[in-house]
Structures are given as C-alpha cells and as structure tokens.
C-alpha cells in the first residue's frame, strides 16, 4: 500500500490566523498534515526556544489525514515537539511554515519566527519552505500565495532536491495574473532602523513602542529578493545556517596571530 | 580634548546575572559604558523583536563614565533602544554582549539572544563581539573570560578592522592557565535534538518541559569551534548574515527555470 505523504506545518502568527488556514488547505492536496502552530501571535521570534517556561499543548482538530494543534511556545518550539516528540520516528516529506502575514525577506529572515520555524525544520532531513505574504492585512487575500506556494511545494516535492534545502519565499501583494513569476534571488545586504514613540501608562510611567524602516543597502541589485518582491515577482532564496563570515578569517586570523 | 571611547554593553542573562557585571567591569577599561540589558532573563531568545507590546526602560545606575538600564524586552530590543534613542547620534566604539552563562558555540548562534544582540550591533558601523563562558553556573567563575575578553577587546579597537565585524567569542571553563590561546574558527555543523518530558499541573493538565542535546556533525574537524573548546582554546568565529545558500542556487534555480 502506497504511504500518503506527511507534511508538517507551522506558522507564527498563531494557529487562529488566517494565513494558517490557507497553508493548510494548500498542505493538504499534497498528503497528510499535521499541524502544530502557537498558542498566540509570534511574529519576530526569530529562531527563539522556549528555555524557563513549560509547554501545554492543545488539541485544536483531528480527523482523517489532519491533526490541528497548538502549543504555549514559539514557533521552532512547535517544529521541536513535531518531530522530537509527536512524530518521533515518522519519515516527514516537507515542512511548510506559514503563510505568513508581512514580509520575510531581506534581512527580516533573521527576527522572523516564520523562518526561524522553518530554517529549524531544515535540520531534521527533510525539505522545508517558508512562506510568505507581504502584507500585515490580518484579512489579507492569500488567493496568489496559495497558487505559488502549490507550485513550489510540487517542485520540491517532484524535483531533484539536494538536502539540506531551505527555501525563503516571498509573494507580493496582487492577483495570479499579475505576478510575472517565480525568481530565484540573494538575501538584500540592508538593516532597519527603530524608531521609539514615547507614551504614559495610568501609573505615569514611561513606556516606548518600537516601530522601525528597512534600509535597503543595494536597491538596484536586480539578483535579490527585494528587487524580485518590488517588480512584482515571487522571490525564492534557498537559505543556509552556516553564518561564518569566510571573508574575514584572514583578516581576523592576522589580530591573534601571536596565539 | 580626547573623546573618551563609548562602549555598549547588553547581555541576555538580565542585568542581574554576574557575567553583566563581569563585561562591565572589562569594558571600563576600555572607556564609557552605556548598558541596557533585559529586565528578566532571555536565554534562547535568537534575534527576537517585541512586536506587540511596549517596552519599559529602568534607571540602575548613572554615574560618570557608567549608565547602566534594564529594558523589558529581548536582547535585539536593548540594541535597537540603545543606538536608536538613547545613543542616537553619537559615535560608539564597540558592542560587547555578554558575558553569556553557556556556550554559544556551532549551532547556538541560531538561538542566542546575547549573539543576537551581537549580531543586531554590527548593523550600527561597529565592531560587535559575543562573549560566553561555557558554564551554565549562575555563579561560575568568569576570571578567564575577562582577561580573554580584555585581550579581544584590544586587538578590536586597536587592531586593523575590516566592516562590518561580528565576532562569536566562546571561552572554555578553566583558570587562564589552563587555557590554550585563541583560535580563529568556523561555525561548527550539528543540530539539536529534543527530549519532552511530560508532567501534570495541579489541575490535570499534561505539560511538558523541553531539554536537549547538540549532535556535532563534524567531530574531528580541526579548524570548527567545537574542536577548540573542547580543545581548551578560545574560539573565536566571525559572524555574518547573509543567510543566502549560494551552493543551491543554481539546482533551485533549475526547480523554476520555466518561470
């Protein structure tokens, strides 16, 4: 008997978010889902695990070929307790984390708790995609981010995949028929930059709440994901884990030669 | 007049953990100290960024060439609070992190809030160093890593540095006898692997406490982090991040190329 195929998804905009129900919908005409999302909202977690705190774990939904859960925890927590506990010895053909509400490109792969979900799934040997919409709209259209994300899981799944592989993909706001296709591209060099908004609690003490702005370091760079994202095509880069900075091992090298 | 040089400390352990004050202390000598560092504990806390809630930012102490604040958020946060308000404008030397209570050697980078820290500095045009000693003790003995610290400090600021810089610093435990010297290494391969430990709450609910092991990929490569901790040197990795797998994109690029 032929095995359906098992696919694991997260997100981190938690498990009520809109984004979740249409990766979900998506996973499924590919096989088997299990799904493990946040309890509450975790965008900006990064690669975060949860270290003082226990985990509860809740039965969202369990049918034929769909088990919905959620977890008190971050977003790597879900993939960690997908495969080091629920899934615990099952062979998982893809981990799919998303789809999520706002950009992930850019250097934003970094704070992302989207990415970080699926740049965690990357090392339990099996493919993994993280999948983005760039817009915050909590009702936003994922009409487009479903038909790519349908195109690209097939390509993985059919393709001739060498592992690890982990796949960053943004989708720009808009109808199928108005997205010019699928790009290959880098990580754009750039970095935010905050800014802090004052205000007064009833106790009359001061509080900030941080709201920044990307700077693109390279915005005519036509090989990256930003240049992809703002001409109108999805963006795809493959993403690695290794953040060794090769080009300064000489130079670093040079500081400590006496040791 | 002689500009003092202007260092800024954070950390992920809290203000209150001993290896704040131990990066103090070394920074001092260096010249005036601003330090933001969390309120509470934010082990584990990767590169995360408090998105849906305000931050409170305490006064510890202020006094000539020393301020030291607590900030209710993520190490990132303390960063972004430190050179986009609080220090906006003015010209700092250094970013120190640390002293971390445990390793953040190989994989742990991923997951770090003090090289998260470390890393968001480098985003500001100055050097950024990651400090930890390989000892979880709350009350571990930081000797070594101070005079390792002072020692990487130097070469630093007073060495030929080529932008952006990050370094991950790891400090093997042991009296600085003990240790070997300073090697320049890459970022070891390896990944986590989980262990759930369910438990019951006074209310019957089943939940689970997360503790893991670090599986190293390359045991024997002589010139990883791993290798020289456990070899009794100094490691020290430069960072970058530029997540981008290069080695994939031309087989991705081949997944897509009809489009």
Same mark, same amino acid.
């Given at each position: 008997m032929k095995r359906n195929r098992l696919i694991f998804v997260t997100n981190d905009d938690g498990f009520a978010s809109k984004g979740f129900g249409a990766v979900i919908e998506t996973a499924r005409k590919f096989g088997d889902v299990v799904a493990i999302a946040p309890e509450r909202p975790q965008s900006g977690m990064s690669q975060a695990i949860t270290i003082y705190n226990p985990l509860y774990l809740r039965t969202i939904r369990k049918e034929a070929g769909l088990e919905i859960y959620s977890l008190s925890g971050t977003p790597v927590d879900c993939v *960690? $307790?997908?495969? #080091?506990? $629920?899934? %615990?010895? %099952? *062979?998982? #053909?893809l981990v799919i984390s998303g789809i999520n509400h706002g950009s992930n490109s850019a250097v934003n792969v970094l704070y992302s708790g989207t990415m970080g979900a699926a740049i965690e799934g990357s090392f339990y040997e099996c493919p993994s995609i993280g999948l983005s919409l760039i817009s915050h709209d909590e009702n936003a259209d994922f009409t487009a981010s479903m038909h790519f994300g349908e195109r690209i899981i097939r390509a993985v799944l059919d393709g001739e995949v060498r592992m690890p592989l982990c796949l960053n993909v943004n989708v720009p706001v808009g109808g199928i028929d108005e997205i010019r296709g699928i790009r290959v591209c880098r990580q754009t060099r750039g970095f935010w930059r905050e800014e802090f908004f004052r205000r007064q609690d009833p106790h009359n003490r001061d509080y900030f709440w941080m709201t920044g702005e990307f700077v693109n370091g390279e915005p005519d760079a036509e090989d990256t994901d930003e240049w992809a994202l703002s001409h109108n095509f999805v963006s795809v880069v493959p993403i690695q884990v290794d953040m060794t900075d090769y080009s300064q091992m000489g130079s670093v090298g040079r500081m400590f030669a006496e040791d």
């Open positions: *960690k $307790m997908g495969f #080091d506990h $629920m899934l %615990r010895g %099952r *062979k998982v #053909d």
